[in-house]
Structure formats: structure tokens, C-alpha cells
């Protein structure tokens, strides 16, 4: 069996880990700082995130690009990108905008590459017309370096800001979150959340990223419990859903005389069997539910 030894990089931008080869049997650490190969043949600094390690190799990993060596700190130094040379940057970008009425155009954030000589600059835009490759030009007469322009959505855009989340924590997507992956509004509906968009959204303006964890748990336990709406069973008699506490297991049933009474799910039980649903079941409504 034939096996390469690889190491995962951190950038900045996208804020992704990403397999570099270790072709040289580098002394690589956790944290470490170290100069890779980029996908558009330059250079660039990365911080390592897991230490090297043996597995088989495997087809793709012919155009696997390497770690070259261990940053020093002239490395560092010539692509730190400064508060103040950003600060520039953003006040070139927009005074640029401004001239030419462009609107819907925003500049992210902008970072060194190529040894301080090239110049990425990542943006946000809802103009199909923006002239990027002018821009990109003009930004490279101006700090005399190789510039690349990089349309970067919203989610990105909160990932670099960063802050503090609902939960009292700072936001998923600036410390642990690799990727996006797909959130619907349908999360929020089987998890009984209030659809209230300041409720569900987050910084970003887009579906909290944490809706999705708990989600698979959440359709799951639903199973072994009514639908909202349907009648059912209860120890004290028969009554419509009205409520439903999924993780711990409790159903709150609106009675005949009106009162709402709290059931493990254990205690309630369908009136009509799927497969010979009753007239209530059918879409007629319960008289307290008319008011």
C-alpha cells in the first residue's frame, strides 16, 4: 500500500483547513506557521491546524500541492496584512466606488500573498455590472502589486466580522465552522422556534448556522410523538394537541371543557388510526380553537 504523509493548513480566507503534502519530512507542529504551495502556482503562509500524519494515498492527491518550509520571520513579515495598510486599501476601494456611482459593492477584507507582493482583495457585491477586473487594476497601480479581486458571500462576510451569538458565545462560523452547509426554515418549523426572523436569524442576516445541528434529533424524537392539531387520548380524556415539547417528551392537550393539560407522551394516544381518519381529523376545528 502506498501512502503520502499530509498536514492541514488554516487561511485567513476562506477560513477552510486544507491537505498539503509533507514532502519533506518537515518538523510540523500545531500552530506552526509554514510556507505552501497555492492551486494558482504561488506562495503563501499558513497556520497549521493538524499535524502531520500517514495515510493511503489516493488518486487525487497527484495535484496535491506541498509545504515547502517552516515560515521565518521575514515570511511573516512581508505578508502581514496591517490594520492600517487594510484601512488604506478600503478607503481606495470605496473612494473608487463613489467616482464611478457604483452601488451595492462592498469591500470584506484584504490580505497579502506572493511574499507582500500580490495582493488579494475579497468583496461583497449585489451589482451584476461591477467592473472587477478595472477595479483590480486600479488597486494594483496603485500599491504596485499583483491584485486579485474575490467575490466572497454574505456568510463569509460575518465569518471575518465575527461577535457574539444568541447564546452568549462567539459565532460559530469565526471559530470552529469549516463550511456552510444548507439551513431551511423548515428546521426552525419541526423544532417549534418562533419563525420570527430576528428570532432565527443571525448576524449575517441568514438562518442561524445552529439550526442544523439538532435538527436529525429533532425529526427523530418527533416520530414517537402526535402532530400539532390532531386529536388524541389523554388519561383525563379527549382533546387536540395544541403544543408540543419534543425534547422532553411532553404534549399539552386543550380538553373537551377548554383547559390545556401538559402529557408525557407516553399517556396520549391518536383517536383515529392513520389509515381511518375520523371527521376531526379531516380539518374540522375545535370550538375553543373558532375564538
Not at 90 to 96: A, G, V, Y
Not at 141 to 166: P, T, W, Y
Not at 211 to 216: F, I, M, V, W
Not at 256 to 279: D, H, I, L, Q, W
Request: hydrophobic share 30%; proline share 5%; charged share 30%.
Amino acid at each position: 500500500m502506498e501512502t503520502i504523509e499530509v498536514v492541514r493548513i488554516k487561511f485567513q480566507w476562506p477560513g477552510r483547513m486544507y491537505e498539503f503534502a509533507n514532502v519533506h519530512e518537515l518538523p510540523i507542529k500545531r500552530k506552526d506557521l509554514v510556507v505552501v504551495q497555492t492551486q494558482r502556482g504561488g506562495i503563501k503562509v499558513g497556520q497549521v491546524s493538524v499535524p502531520p500524519r500517514i495515510r493511503e494515498k489516493r488518486k487525487d492527491d497527484e495535484k496535491m500541492r506541498s509545504v515547502i518550509r517552516i515560515a521565518n520571520e521575514q515570511d511573516v513579515r512581508l505578508e502581514k496584512t496591517t490594520d492600517e495598510f487594510r484601512s488604506e486599501v478600503k478607503r481606495f476601494f470605496h473612494t473608487r466606488l463613489a467616482g464611478r456611482e457604483v452601488p451595492g459593492v462592498k469591500m470584506v477584507d484584504c490580505e497579502k500573498s506572493e511574499g507582500g507582493l500580490g495582493l488579494t482583495v475579497f468583496y461583497s457585491s449585489e451589482n451584476k455590472r461591477f467592473d472587477y477586473k478595472g477595479m483590480s487594476k486600479d488597486i494594483g497601480q496603485k500599491f504596485g502589486m499583483k491584485v486579485d479581486l474575490r467575490s466572497v458571500g454574505i456568510r463569509d462576510a460575518a465569518r471575518l466580522s465575527g461577535g457574539i451569538g444568541r447564546c452568549g458565545l462567539s459565532t460559530c462560523c469565526s471559530t470552529w465552522i469549516p463550511d456552510f452547509n444548507p439551513v431551511s426554515i423548515r428546521m426552525a418549523k419541526d423544532q417549534g422556534l418562533s419563525l420570527d426572523p430576528d428570532s432565527i436569524n443571525g448576524q449575517c442576516g441568514r438562518l442561524l448556522c445552529c439550526l442544523g445541528y439538532e435538527h436529525e434529533n429533532y425529526v427523530e424524537l418527533a416520530k414517537t410523538m402526535p402532530k400539532m392539531g390532531k386529536f388524541v387520548v389523554t388519561p383525563d380524556g379527549e382533546g387536540k394537541v395544541v403544543k408540543l415539547d419534543i425534547l422532553k417528551g411532553m404534549v399539552a392537550v386543550r380538553g373537551e371543557g377548554g383547559a390545556v393539560e401538559t402529557y408525557p407522551s407516553s399517556e396520549v394516544t391518536r383517536k383515529f388510526a392513520p389509515n381511518n381518519p375520523g371527521p376531526d381529523d379531516k380539518g374540522q376545528r375545535h370550538p375553543k380553537d373558532r375564538e
